[in-house]
């Protein structure tokens, strides 16, 4: 059975949990909104929805980006995810356009995965099989695409899983990797890390808001280390000032506040940044640097 037709039978159960339903119609309906938008794969385990969704064809791409979510997170967070995501491919694409240099770019949402909550997240258990699940993922993407250029971006928690991935040995597809506002990864990941950056096998870059207090705390867990502090990985900054513009040239950043993956508007109507918010510093940043991963040789 084609896979859409499994998100539609799972929404035509009449025994559906209401919580379940209106979690798997967040995925239907970003998919009814973007004619590109493709439903790579959804399953229900132990009664929990779990979807990944691409934007452009993966199959196709130069660039294929997975965006990966941190703790407490699943598909009721789906739209906000999948805008960032959506976003992200347009202004990628719209960089190398600028440059002068086109590439076929896809983004996926990859909510594939049991992030845990705030108590296992001091523990590696989740990000190891996390790290498992991408890994197949990817390496079914290179079957049908061996020349796809893999970057992974991962955000507090799944930052933890990207370090598992190299500590594992089963990151050798993940070309380019960015450690978001990072709840740290283990000793083990960090020498992995720091080898495969050594090898030029892969460019790893981190950041973090000065203001972000629930990073840190990650990191008192089993994964200590800040990726930030892993000799060869590329540091840059959240806290607002110079970030590149799409045309090529320096625009003002705004800084990121707090821990916030998404922008949140509060009761006053006042936005308080998110690492992906369309203005902020760290997401400018991350475009650009993503672009240089497809137009310029590893």
Known sequence: MPVRDELRSALARPDLPVETRTKIQHVQSVLDADSQARLESFTILDGRPYAVVSFGDPSTADLVV??????????????????????????????CVARGEPRKVATVAWFAW?????????????????AARLSVDIDRLIVRNPGAHIAAVAYSYSTTLLGEMFALNIADEVRTAFCIASAGVTHAASTAIEDAIEREEAVVYATEGAGDGVAPMGRLGNHPIDPRDIRGVIVYDSDGGEAPGIDGGVVAGVPVEG????????????????????RAQSYLTLVARLADAVTTAL
């Open 66 to 95: 997975y965006l990966l979510h941190g703790i407490d997170t699943d598909l009721a967070s789906f739209p906000e995810w999948a805008d960032a995501a959506q976003r992200l491919c347009v202004d990628i694409i719209r960089t």
């Open 114 to 130: 049991d992030s845990g909550t705030h108590v296992t997240a001091l523990a590696t258990k989740h990000a190891t099989i996390g």
């Open 259 to 278: 821990h916030a993956s998404q922008t949140a508007v509060d009761e006053r109507g006042i936005r308080h940044p998110g690492y992906f918010d369309e």
